[in-house]
């Protein structure tokens, strides 16, 4: 039995959900667990817990989490919940747990890349807090093998609107800070989310279709032709999107260093194709084309990329580059 000493100084940790266990659901589980959180994995197996391999610069680390099946309604109360799956899943892996999300008012967390999701999630939880957190960090999986974290740019956390309580916001940006990461508070996500999506549109577009990694761009000068003709037509909808003054010159730069940093990964969009997945083009060069129409924008060369990126389905690849 623990007297009663042992039980004051017990540290209560907070558990933090994370929903969908691919390269980004484990790199927050990794980095939360390092900051002593206590983790729930949400995944497709049913398994009480789950295990990876992390390899972070050169030294190998087993990470394992309590874990439960996705679809799992009867989740015990989380301080919060990370959803870490591909845009497009965002919806049906998150019906299942509406009603359990509801009645506690868990504060959701969005990593997804592209625009859209959050529209479609505050359809379908009205007044659930719900975060964004726009991070450039970069994971991908080593032959299936392990997980490999390589850069580590700045996250942003925000909101989108007014749901989430400044109080609420700095217990969870304070957790975030706690796992090392340079995660920083910003009123002005939305600017964060179109950079990224520029970005994303950029390096993911060209990498998808040359089956390339994001530094084999670099030495490419097609790519930075065709990046100058993203992102002419992106600013232009950016600068009405958030009414401010954008450069050109900025978004470029941004592109040339996060595909430097992330010169050894292959895009996710890229992995997407390489194992013949379905891929976010509707919320990233398909998003940016829905804008364009609606602002009455002539987006000649997002409208090819869009176009070339829904691959059609006889057109599975066979074998993959390693
Ligand atoms: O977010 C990315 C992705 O692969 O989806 C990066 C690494 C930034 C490339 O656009």
Known sequence: MSSTSQIENRIILPKWGILGAGAMGWLWTYYLQRAKIDTLLLQRQNTSYRECIIQKDNLFENCRTSATK???????????????????????????????????????ILLQNGLG???????????????????????????????????????????LDNSVPRSLINILFKRLRATGLPVLLTDNILKQLWEKLLVNCSINSLSTLWLCRNGD????????????????????????????????????????????????????????????????????????????????????TLETLAELLKFPENSLLKQTPN
């Open 70 to 108: 996705s679809d799992n309604p009867s989740l015990p109360t989380l301080e919060a919940l990370i959803i870490a799956t591909k845009a497009y899943s965002v919806r049906s892996a998150l019906l299942p747990l509406q009603e359990a999300l509801i009645s506690k008012q868990i504060p959701i």
């Open 117 to 159: 999701v959050f529209e479609e999630v505050r359809k379908l939880f009205s007044e659930q807090p719900i975060l964004i957190l726009s991070t450039s960090n970069g994971a991908y999986w080593h032959e299936y093998e392990f997980l490999k974290l390589t850069g580590t740019g700045p996250s942003y956390l925000g909101t």
């Open 217 to 300: 761009l670099l030495d490419n000068p097609n790519s930075k032709q065709i990046w100058k003709r993203i992102v002419h037509e992106g600013v232009q909808m950016m600068r009405l999107e958030l009414c401010q003054e954008v450069e050109p010159l900025e978004i470029l730069t941004l592109i040339d260093q996060v595909a430097y940093k992330t010169s050894a990964n292959y895009s996710s969009m890229c992995e997407d194709r390489r194992r013949n997945r379905p891929n976010e083009v509707d919320y990233i060069q398909g998003y940016l084309v829905r804008k364009a129409h609606q602002h009455h924008l002539s987006v000649p």
